[in-house]
């Protein structure tokens, strides 16, 4: 699943750490998020979505894959 | 805290207790139960003592403490340990087979065979048991 979520950090000026520790993840959650490498849980979903203030939908864009 | 703290210190005199008894009654027991109690003592006291440090290194820097909860907690952490100790039961599970074939190419014990059998088949009757127990509960 892709995600917007290194452009969120960066626009709005955050480092990994940063975020990491203002949604009590680790840094390392992070970096996997943002490199489409780990979808998270619906909880951590809702948590980024409270944090930035914008819908779920406008972070994870989800794609059907093609059958 | 407090009840972390005392099983520590619980785990350490009982641990202690263990060895005591271990070398006191040395000529009075059996060698393998004065094995078997200094042995796991001198274990407990071990790791009571080590948790005992980590609790205290814990209260004295509260950030460092958070950053390792937060570690333990992370849900990414908690899905990777969780798929590698699943593999890691599955593979064990499938080598204890395997040791039950090679036992019995090399003429080993009827029990040791038996032995492993029993372990494959309790460990899936285990798996079974768990699926259904988690389908009711998810």
């Known amino acids: ?67 | 805290m407090k009840g972390k703290k005392a099983l520590y210190i619980a785990f350490i005199v009982i641990g202690l207790c263990f060895a005591a008894a271990a070398l006191i009654l040395w000529d009075a027991i059996s060698n393998s139960l004065g094995g078997a109690l200094m042995g796991s003592g001198s274990g407990m006291a071990a790791i009571g003592l080590t948790q005992l440090l980590m609790l205290r290194l814990d209260t004295k820097d509260p950030a460092q403490a958070r950053k390792k909860e937060i570690e333990v907690n992370d849900e990414r952490n908690v899905a990777i340990r969780r798929r590698a100790k699943a593999l890691s039961g599955d593979m064990l599970q499938w080598a204890v087979i395997v040791a039950a074939w090679v036992s019995l190419g090399f003429d080993a014990p009827l029990w040791v065979t038996v032995v492993a059998i029993l372990t494959f088949v309790s460990k899936s009757v285990l798996e079974v048991y768990l699926v259904a127990r988690y389908q009711r509960e998810m």
């Not at chain 1, 943002?34 to 944090?51: D, Q, T, V």
């Not at chain 1, 203030?53 to 406008?58: K, L, Q, R």
Request: hydrophobic share 35%.
């Open chain 1, 1 to 67: 699943m892709k995600n917007r979520l290194e452009a969120l950090r960066k626009a709005r000026g955050l480092r990994q750490e940063e975020l990491a520790e203002a949604l009590e993840v680790s840094r390392q959650t992070i970096g996997s998020l943002e490199n489409g490498r780990y979808n998270p849980s619906i909880l951590l979903a809702f948590k980024l979505s409270r944090y930035f203030g914008v819908p779920i939908e406008e972070i994870f864009i989800y794609e059907e894959e093609p059958s």
